[in-house]
């Protein structure tokens, strides 16, 4: 009995400590801190506010050969952010909807290419908060 | 007994911390309150909505001069702006732009291991940073980390990007965006001057493919500036000029294809696979490369 309530107690814990971590990496203050693992960043905050359909709209050039980290950021931290990359064309080139929402991605770019990010609230009610894109990059 | 006792402890401070926890994201009633208005639903009845949504990005300058050093081009000091010319800067507007061109000659030289310049071009940067009175930026443990860190080419670009990734933060956080806007325009100069003249000098193909994937960075940075056109005659002339360099990046023939990205979930990574191609004549590149001069010169004089 001992050990089951133990295991939820740890379990509810681990569930809590992950969703403290996840909500504390998605503000804009600490956006910062996930462009680590090599990435440099191309010394600019890039920030916006959300247009009438909840989307900020980023344009960026990525080269080729390189290798760059996207972070996604806002201060809401209930609201999850989509992050979106395409090409000027509108391919899709990754959202992070089907991957836990999750606040960067990486990228290695095999040409350069001109791509159109967005970053979106998911949700139905506009809203007025900043969104924050940082990019790194790592050449080596 | 004992071994209970410690699970028990376990147990209980485990569920603590759980609550804690809980309650640490419980607390703030007021704050969820706040957060709540600060996302309320908009009156959509007033006309008066303004979004500032869309944002133009430029590559980071350093990612240029690698470029130089990866086509293995030979160091070149004499392109670059010497130092002693900072003292011809009196105005904010030659000293952002000027600041830009030394932060990527800085980037030039780190690339090229020429510590003692190095040393040279970062004081000049701290002197135009207090003269622009944006020095509160330069926080001193930055400063401290570049001196510490300015024989170590890694950390050293780390803590250069930072700089200016401070500089641009303190500048929009202070309302003087335009000043922001001149540090990232004279980054981009510099940039494609140093390119320019690798590319007139090697006639390296990768270095004159990256000279042509400047348009839409070029396009990118007309945009940034644009809302300061009528601020000076010295914005508007800047803006004037930039737009007649892009007349001549139409020039160049561009080619898309699109191909099905790669996914690694592991390492949250995704290989873009599309191609591009750039056809730019020779007469292009040495009109390119003639306006950037110019243009350079007018700011670094």
Partial sequence: MLKILKHIALTIISTLIAWSANSQEISIKSCDNLLNSGFVSDGQEYIAKPDENNKATFHATFYGGSNYRVVACSDVEEIPLILTVYDTEKNLLFCNKSYDYTSYWNFTFTSTIDCIIEIEFDHEILIQNEVMLLIGFKEK | ?301
């Fill in chain 2, 1 to 301: 007994m004992f071994r209970n006792s410690i699970n028990n402890r376990i147990l209980y401070t485990a569920l603590l911390i759980g609550l804690s926890l809980f309650s640490c994201k419980n607390i703030p009633e007021k704050e969820s309150a706040e957060t709540k208005k600060s996302y309320r639903e908009i009156d959509t009845s007033t006309v008066l909505l303004k979004f500032n949504n869309t944002v133009f990005t430029l590559p980071s300058p350093y990612q240029a001069t690698y470029s130089v050093k990866k086509s293995n081009l030979e160091f070149k000091k004499s392109i670059l702006n010497p130092p002693d010319n900072v003292s011809n800067y009196s105005t904010n507007f030659q000293q952002s732009l000027n600041i830009g061109i030394y932060g990527t000659d800085l980037g030039y030289l780190n690339i090229y291991d020429q510590i003692p310049e190095v040393i040279s071009y970062f004081t000049v940067i701290k002197k135009l940073s207090f003269e622009l009175g944006i020095q509160n930026a330069l926080q001193t443990d930055i400063i401290d980390k570049i001196e510490e860190y300015i024989d170590n080419q890694d950390s050293l670009l780390v803590y250069l990007t930072g700089t200016y990734k401070e500089f641009d933060s303190y500048l929009k956080s202070n309302n003087r965006k335009e000043i922001g806007a001149l540090i990232v325009a004279g980054g981009w100069i510099e940039s494609l001057y140093i390119l320019s003249q690798g590319a007139v000098d090697s006639e390296n193909r990768q270095i004159i493919n990256r000279i042509g994937e400047q348009k839409h960075p070029l396009d990118n940075l007309i945009e940034i500036l644009s809302p300061y056109y009528y601020n000076s005659k010295e914005f508007s002339d800047l803006i004037d000029s930039l737009v007649d360099l892009a007349y001549e990046f139409d020039g160049i023939i561009y080619s898309y294809t699109y191909e099905e990205p790669e996914i690694d979930l592991q390492r949250k990574h995704t290989l873009v696979k599309s191609t591009s191609n750039v056809i730019i004549s020779e007469y292009h590149l040495k009109t390119i490369a003639n306006k950037i001069s110019a243009i350079r010169n007018k700011i670094i004089y």
